[in-house]
């Protein structure tokens, strides 16, 4: 239960922190004095007990990116505490005192970055000024060395357990005037840092949401229809009640609301391979609507790809494109993808007393709350969320619909806790996917083989048969290569879907880079240019672009070319290569990183294609934890190799027809290559790192390809095409 202070000032507020914990608790302070600038209330972010003990709390949900271990060492960092005195904690979810706790959008980093060096900073500082009123001199003649302050003449030296308490008594200075260390002093920050988690990983030992266990803890499964949305009729619930090791079986009615409690069975029993055997006995007659079909929308954007678009996004210049001959044309086109992650979704819960508490594997846990909260009718101050580490997220966990579920059941099962687990087959069958799509390119070359016009008629997916785009189905009026195309004309066609779409890795960008680096390489080749000479063109002079309407990103031509120029430096781009083998080049803007890939790969006669390596280059800003940072990039080049080559989710008759790994699979070891990942250096401000890599991969692969065997790949998955050549 979440304790509320009363109303004190910062003096009152340190001096009952010190009495109650023995130790010096500092945490944001903005809700303390109007005029400091922070975000957050008073928390626990920072504490240090007489005995020496250093513990930073951790805000966001580990998913994985290193985020439990980066935003402590940026802390530790200012506080100058070394890394092996530090005890981390996951801090509990309270955005009242945290702020905003999420994981997604690459976000965590660029967001807390400036505020926890100034947490830090803020707590180094009171040391120092309690060290120094012990010896009587001024804060000048001190400085913090290594979890001690130091007297720079006399050589005296006090710990910061030592001047823990002396510490919790002064009054929290305004951040303003704390001075941050410089970037060349830093000492933790750019080292390669194990997550603080690995050793219990490595142990077994229970983190993850799957791994609850509570005394007395029931266990369900929620069965939902196999068409999005349907309802049950009829159901065998007497039977299934009869069944060894169950408990109870009953109908949730939920709603339509993709986001809510969506209409099913629960099954509760006294541990999962019941509930789960139950679950394949159910026999129910759903009510369901069974029109959506994804080759129906096929046959429909072929179509309406001949014709005018219904919506116009942006249109610069004269891009009129006559038939004359001289047009180079390409339709792009990409599946359905699912999350998959390797942690089925679960969640587990216990309602009692008219209050519900929940051990989550959440990426946004207050979400997950405002859905609770309207699904069950309770009041916010009612619900505990703990967040669990998490295995694997992918922006899946950004949706609460299986917290709902928990919710739904445990408030059923008064008093007693519940756990809620999914099998791989319902993780496929209900998830929130990255949305298809289709792109008609058409694009004119000046006389100089210069892009002069650019036009993309992209047709995407509504929700909830809505005629907007879905989440991750947009297309920006900023997307490249607006702004460095004198002509461009951007459309959109919107079909209403019942299929929920959400945010996937790299929302957006993870499938529109595949199809713009792809044309802007068969426009390259129109243009006789060697495909790096030709981005390079097309990105101009070293210039920093401004969003259009003062809104959005700018782009960083400078920054772009960088990276480019690297990674055709490192991954030998130009060498001759032999028949069958070939290097593609693409590059991509988001979320904030600027990166650009080479892929080296093979394809034999027959077709067979091995991806040899990929090499990536990264503006990122400054690195946080090197080791991390080389995984996120790493993971994620992986991540987009798999879905590029294998992956694609098809729905007919309303439901997903893919069931497990075997018809949705994921890359293997023998097909993975290495990864060679190379950071700019780069005085910008940092950057995520889960996700800016993911995008060029799969343009590069596919132009790579291009390279190999002269076909040009338009359409995804790979597995699915053929690649052979003579």
Avoid at 407 to 421: M, N
Avoid at 513 to 531: L, N
Avoid at 622 to 636: F, T
Avoid at 643 to 658: C, D, M, S, T
């Amino acid at each position: 239960m979440k304790t509320t202070l009363p109303s004190m000032d910062r003096r009152g507020f340190f001096r009952i922190s010190a009495l109650a914990g023995g130790g010096f608790m500092l945490g944001a302070w903005n809700a303390v004095a109007a005029e400091e600038a922070a975000t957050f209330s008073p928390s626990a972010f920072i504490r240090i007990t007489p005995e020496g003990l250093v513990t930073i709390l951790s805000k966001n949900p580990e998913v994985g990116q290193g985020i439990k271990t980066s935003l402590p060492m940026i802390i530790a960092e200012e506080l100058e505490v070394p890394w092996e005195k530090v005890t981390v904690e996951q801090a509990p979810v309270n955005e009242k005192d945290f702020g905003r706790q999420v994981a997604g959008g690459s976000m965590s980093t660029p967001t807390n970055y400036d505020k926890h060096r100034k947490l830090g900073a803020v707590a180094r500082t009171m040391l120092v000024q309690a060290a120094a009123n012990e010896w009587s001199v001024s804060p000048g003649e001190c400085e913090a060395i290594a979890g001690e302050v130091v007297h720079k003449t006399s050589g005296k030296r006090l710990s910061y357990g030592a001047l823990a308490s002396a510490a919790a008594k002064l009054p929290v200075p305004d951040e303003k005037t704390v001075t941050l260390k410089k970037v060349e002093d830093f000492k933790l920050l750019g080292k390669r840092i194990g997550g603080v988690d690995n050793p219990k990983i490595v142990t077994g030992q229970p983190l993850f949401g799957i791994d609850q266990k509570h005394p007395g803890m029931k266990y369900a499964a929620y069965v939902r229809c196999p068409v999005f949305t349907g309802k049950v009729k009829e159901a065998n619930l007497d039977e299934i009640r009869k069944l060894p090791g169950i408990a109870d079986a009953f109908v949730l009615e939920g709603s339509e609301d993709h986001y809510g409690l969506l209409p099913g069975i629960a099954i509760i029993a006294n541990d999962t391979w019941s509930a789960f055997k139950a679950k394949n006995a159910l026999k129910v007659t759903w009510d369901a609507d069974e029109r959506e079909s994804f080759a129906a929308h096929s046959s429909k954007a072929a179509e309406v790809l001949k014709g005018k678009a219904a919506n116009e996004i942006r249109k610069s210049g004269n891009p009129e494109l006559p038939d004359d001959g001289k047009t180079v044309e390409g339709t792009y086109h990409y599946p359905h993808l699912s999350h998959a992650n390797l942690e089925p979704q679960n969640c587990t819960a216990v309602f009692k007393d008219g209050a519900l508490e929940m051990w989550a594997p959440t990426q946004n846990p207050g979400s997950g709350i405002d859905g609770i909260a309207k699904a069950l009718k309770l009041s916010k101050d009612k619900i505990t969320v703990h967040m669990t580490r998490i295995g694997g997220g992918f922006g899946r966990r950004l949706m609460g619909d299986f917290m709902v579920e928990c919710a739904a059941i445990a408030q059923k099962l008064e008093g007693t806790p519940v756990k809620v687990t999914w099998t791989r087959d319902q993780d496929l069958a209900h998830d929130y996917y990255r949305p298809g799509g289709w792109h008609r390119f058409r694009g004119r070359l000046d006389d100089s083989g210069k892009i002069d016009t650019w036009a993309d008629h992209f047709v995407t997916f509504g929700l909830n048969n809505e005629d907007r785009p879905g989440n991750g189905a947009d297309l920006g009026g900023d997307e490249f290569p607006s702004r460095f195309v004198p002509n461009l004309l951007l459309e959109k066609t919107v079909f209403a879907s019942n299929t929920p779409l959400g945010y996937w890795r790299a929302p957006g960008s993870c499938a529109l880079a595949w199809a713009i680096q792809g044309f802007v390489d068969e426009m390259a080749h129109v243009a006789k240019k060697d495909p790096l000479a030709f981005r390079l063109e097309l990105l101009g002079d070293d210039r920093e672009v401004p969003p259009s309407g003062g809104r959005g990103q700018p782009y960083n031509a400078t920054r772009m070319k960088g990276v480019l120029k690297l990674v055709a430096e490192k991954s030998g781009w130009g060498e001759k290569l032999e028949a069958g083998r070939g290097r593609g080049i693409a590059f991509h803007f988001s979320h904030l990183g600027y990166v650009a890939v080479v892929a080296d790969v093979s394809v034999s006669k027959a077709g067979k294609l091995k991806v040899n390596k990929l090499s990536a280059a990264a503006d990122v800003g400054p690195i946080m934890n090197l080791s991390g940072a080389e995984n996120q990039v790493q993971g994620s080049m992986i991540d987009g190799l798999s879905a590029a080559w294998f992956q694609e989710i098809l729905v007919e008759k309303g439901a997903v027809q893919q069931s497990n790994f075997h018809e949705y699979p994921l890359i293997t070891i023998k097909d993975a290559p290495p990864v060679e990942v190379h950071f700019a250096k780069s005085d910008y401000p940092p950057t995520g790192l889960g996700e800016p890599a993911l995008p060029p991969v799969a343009p590069a692969i596919c132009n790579a390809i291009f390279a190999a065997t002269g076909k040009r790949i338009r359409t995804l998955p790979l597995a699915k095409q053929d690649l052979s050549w003579s």
